[in-house]
């Protein structure tokens, strides 16, 4: 019974911030993390954090996103800053189980950005 709730996305003129949420539940997960597509391309990864605080980003969210999560309460955040149109995608939270390491989606939230 995985679920995973995403909130956040909308529109933002570009240079502007974001706060994406994703609240997972039932299971206990090793990695939640999220990715990124837009029309016409292939789901891509752009952040990922370990139970323990560790993280990668990919290189075009280098220093304008942090990812974050309360593991009490099972959710993980994305921080968007200094938005670029390029940024504009369906945004999904991915988590994978700590003991079957089975990944779960989320439904996407869009996010597009303005110039």
């Known amino acids: 019974q995985v679920q995973l709730v995403e909130s956040g996305g909308g529109l933002v003129q570009a240079g502007g911030s974001l706060r994406l949420s994703c609240a997972a539940s039932g299971s206990i997960f090793s990695i939640l993390g999220w990715y990124r597509q837009a029309p016409g391309k292939q789901r891509e990864m752009v952040a990922v954090i370990s139970s323990g605080g560790s993280t990668n980003y990919a290189d075009f969210a280098k220093g304008r996103f942090t990812i974050s999560r309360d593991n009490a309460k099972n959710t993980v955040f994305l921080q968007m800053n200094s938005l670029k149109p390029e940024d504009t995608a369906v945004y999904y939270c991915?988590?994978?189980?700590?003991?079957?390491?089975?990944?779960?989606w989320g439904q996407g939230t869009q996010v597009t950005v303005s110039s």
């Open positions: 991915n988590a994978v189980t700590r003991f079957s390491n089975n990944n779960f």
